[in-house]
């Protein structure tokens, strides 16, 4: 696995990046200024556009003619020329003479197995949040998704619908391998002899775990059919054997599985507060006095402080009515269910470990 960069290193990069943004944004004039919201919108339709055709696994380090990519996806020369020159103009591809390109390091990015890929995301975001964040007035008048204003569903009903759930978890999928790497390099699961890790979907993320710790065991619970899909992904990782697959949902009583740690990544930010609280107050009814629960979410920070977590808020909004929480909001949330939050880990990622213990 890639050594990820100390999480300090990574906030000060975000930091100053954030800066020079703001530094642009203030030397030119308001309306120039407020045009760029306008391009981010464009900026996003030519890297989906790029991934709908296939284009980044086409491009290489060295130039690629744009009429041989026109030819091998059955599209106009002019238009991929077109494409490929304003995808130059943000730093996706790199243009030289005889009308070719070639790669740079985000292009790579985009490629459909490429380690870290965001692909996934960004289809899923062209073919359906696209359509759901220009609810988003609705949303915030209304305070319910975009999905229950337009198409009459719970977010539930909607990611787990045929049509969707393909593009769904390949999406989610693709961001908890990054989210893996990040976690790892930050904390350290040596000092457990057993996690459990609660809405694990196929369990990639607690095998990965388990591959990097031998000695460790794991449980694995999700509804059944979820968790129908992760035997052939832990027996991949070679941890099969040390992981229990039980299918469970946290609205309900858990099964007992005697875990040191008890882990959610991506859970408790789906959901409302009361909800919220109701999911909490099952694992705590499964946590030994020493057990840890640990959450893997984002952190809002305080104020004007720039961070993903804010713009990561209102997706929460729009597609799932839930939310993201600041430090003290997290603290209130364990109060009401039995449990003292004790640390929070920053990882290299967006995302922090929130771990608590039982009052």
Request: charged content about 20%; aromatic content about 8%.
């Amino acid at each position: 696995m890639a050594k990820t960069p100390p999480a300090g290193v990574v906030k000060l990069v975000d930091a100053i990046r954030f800066r020079l943004g703001a530094l642009q944004q203030k030397l030119a004039p308001p309306p120039i200024a407020a045009l760029d919201f306008v391009t981010g919108m464009w900026n996003f339709q030519i890297a989906y556009t790029l991934c709908e055709l296939g284009i980044p696994d086409r491009l290489m380090d060295q130039p690629v003619s744009t009429e041989s990519i026109a030819k091998a996806i059955s599209v106009p020369e002019r238009s991929v020329y077109r494409l490929l020159r304003a995808a130059s103009n943000i730093g996706l591809t790199k243009e030289v003479s005889g009308r070719a390109f070639r790669a740079t390091p985000i292009c790579k990015a985009l490629r459909h197995e490429a380690l870290g890929s965001v692909r996934d995301f960004i289809l899923f975001q062209g073919r359906y949040a696209w359509t759901h964040w220009g609810g988003l007035k609705d949303c915030v008048k209304t305070g319910r998704s975009a999905i229950e204003t337009i198409h009459g569903k719970t977010p539930f009903e909607y990611f787990t619908s045929p049509e969707i759930a393909e593009t769904f978890n390949r999406a989610m999928t693709g961001i908890s391998a990054m989210t893996v790497e990040a976690l790892l390099g930050a904390y350290s699961f040596a000092r457990f002899r057993k996690v459990a890790d609660i809405g694990g979907g196929h369990g990639r993320l607690l095998g990965t775990i388990l591959k990097q710790y031998p000695a460790l065991h794991g449980a694995l619970l999700d509804l059944p059919g979820v968790v129908a899909g992760a035997p052939p992904i832990l027996e991949e990782l070679g941890v099969g054997d040390r992981c229990q697959v039980l299918e469970a949902d946290f609205f309900q009583p858990l099964p007992s599985v005697d875990a040191d740690l008890y882990l959610m990544k991506s859970v408790i930010h789906d959901w409302v507060d009361p909800d919220a609280v109701r999911i909490l107050k099952n694992v705590r009814a499964q946590m030994r006095n020493d057990s840890r629960l640990a959450l893997c979410e984002v952190v809002v920070p305080g104020l004007n402080q720039p961070s993903f977590a804010k713009h990561l808020d209102l997706e929460m909004l729009v597609h799932a009515s839930g939310r993201e929480r600041t430090e003290s909001e997290y603290a209130a949330l364990f109060a009401t269910a039995g449990l003292r939050l004790v640390h929070i880990t920053p990882t290299a990622g967006p995302m922090s470990l929130i771990e608590a213990e039982p009052v």
